[in-house]
């Protein structure tokens, strides 16, 4: 505690209800106005309430005064007591609270320490800042009389009650998880509660155990931090409890809604999400009651993770059209799916290797085979042979068997290789071999890496394609690449991988390439649809014969 420059204090920890006296010297009192400044803590806490305590200051001086202070959630009361030994023209008295005050939700003031408070005349208080000023001379009289004790008892609040009055009738202390009890003494339907100045004004707030139907409840989030709560279906005289859901949640930019079911709770951090202005808004959210180093993601009703971070990195979400979500620990993103193909490379350290390079390798000889099919059935027919004489050497009936087996081998050789000759059926297998190993766990890949693989796959197929078909045209070949790849980006990849890309400076590329497909595609169009091309011809050829006759030419 300060004293006009002159410092005294405890250095310690006092428990809930433990109370210490800090001395003082007279000598550190001045004529006029004495500053006497509080502060808690070494500023070392960095997360959790702030340090508070109660304060009772006095000393003995001419005119006595006393003052107790009380902080809450929602509010802050002061009740102050001076005695006036000589006559006092122009009093007042000042009460400088110690957070930001939104308003005063009532002064009051009482003679002589007998009867009941009365309220103070609108007129002789002013509210500036955090500083409120009583004019005592107004209602006691100028000068205030010799001997006269004036007390004067003040609620601050903290909430911006618009277009509304409230009343706390439970308070939460401060330090402690805002439940507080509230009465809307006035209320309409464009009434609400503005709530960011309050020590946990940076959590989602949402009230319970409501004395009317309270489906419509809401709070408004904004992205300079304000948030306001809604109660539509509120009125005058109605009660709810305010609470905080252990996180913060904050737009990008504009606004959006939050909801929280009556199912919520600190371990139950579910709430809907809906826009307000501007549908799409990107959003964070911020899980305050995790643990360090712990992944959590937000996660919608299907279970679908929209966002994930390790705390205490906030969680991104893209768009804010998600309905009910919730915050949920989760584990860490698998190295197989943060990169392009490293999903393809782990399957050297999985074990799984040999399966793939047979079962691929089986598909890459069909393609050999195929385009060798005179050499590839000889080589079988030579297998065969081979096998059949390992079979006929078995006694008595080794000449029955090996033939069988020979001739088994043979047709099972030579169907290959016509599965080989056809590229599409071929392609069909190599699909089939792929599709089948990815469900079996013998290789996996993230989206990014589905979606250039994807698209690789048609623009080869469809070069292939086209010119078997004696049909490929550059700008032909251009456009289907480049429909695969949008479908690829915004189908297998992540939802914002097109929107980023249009972002990008590679757009540019993106949009040059189609100009130069569009083009081309017009000039193939022109070249096949010329004017003349239904006009009848006639042509006239042959050769003049010699000779009297008169048979002319052919």
Known sequence: MTLNGETTGYDGTLNDGETVSLNASSSWLQEGTNNVSVSVGDGSVTSGPEPQVDVEYRHDLESPRTVQYESEALSERYNVSKTYTTPRENATLTVPHARTVLSMRSVEYRLNESGTYSSVPQSASNLSGTTLTVDVSEFVGDPVPEGTTVEVRSVGSRVDAHNAEISVVQATPVGFDLDSRVRLDSWSSDSYLGIGETPQGSLVHYAESESYSAESDYVELH??????????????????????????????????????????????????????SVVGDAWTAEYVAGTDGQWYAVVDEDGEQLGAAEKPDPIEVSRDDVGLVSIEATDP????????????????????????????????????????????????DSIAASVGGVFSRIPRIGGPVGSGVESAVSAAGSGLVSVGENRLLTGAVGAAVAVAAAEAGLFSIGSETGAILA???????????????????TARWIAIVGVAGVVALQGLG?????????????????????????????????????????????????????????EGSD
Do not use: C, H, K, W
Request: charged share 15%.
């Open 494 to 550: 992540e939802t914002d991988l097109l929107t980023e890309l249009v972002n990008s400076d590679a757009f540019l590329i993106v949009v040059l390439i189609g100009g130069y497909a569009l083009i081309q595609l017009v000039r193939e169009y022109r070249a096949n649809n010329g004017p003349n091309d239904d006009r009848p011809q006639v042509v006239i050829g042959g050769n003049l014969r010699s000779g009297g006759d008169d």
């Open 455 to 473: 698209v690789a796959g048609i623009a080869v197929g469809s070069l292939f394609l086209l010119r078997e078909a004696d049909a490929f045209t």
């Open 223 to 276: 992205g300079d931090g304000s948030q306001q709560l809604y109660a539509p279906n509120a009125s005058s005289g109605s009660e709810m409890t305010l609470n905080t859901l252990p996180a913060r949640v904050s737009p990008d930019q504009n606004s959006m809604r939050v909801r929280v079911p009556e199912t919520a709770n600190a371990s139950n951090t579910g709430f809907v999400v809906e826009p307000a």
């Open 333 to 380: 993103p698998s190295p197989s799916t943060d990169s392009v193909g490293s999903g393809v490379f782990a399957t050297f350290s999985d074990g799984n290797l040999p399966s793939l390079i047979v079962l691929f390798g089986g598909v890459g000889m069909l393609f050999v085979a195929g385009s060798r099919p005179s050499s590839s059935r000889d080589a079988a």
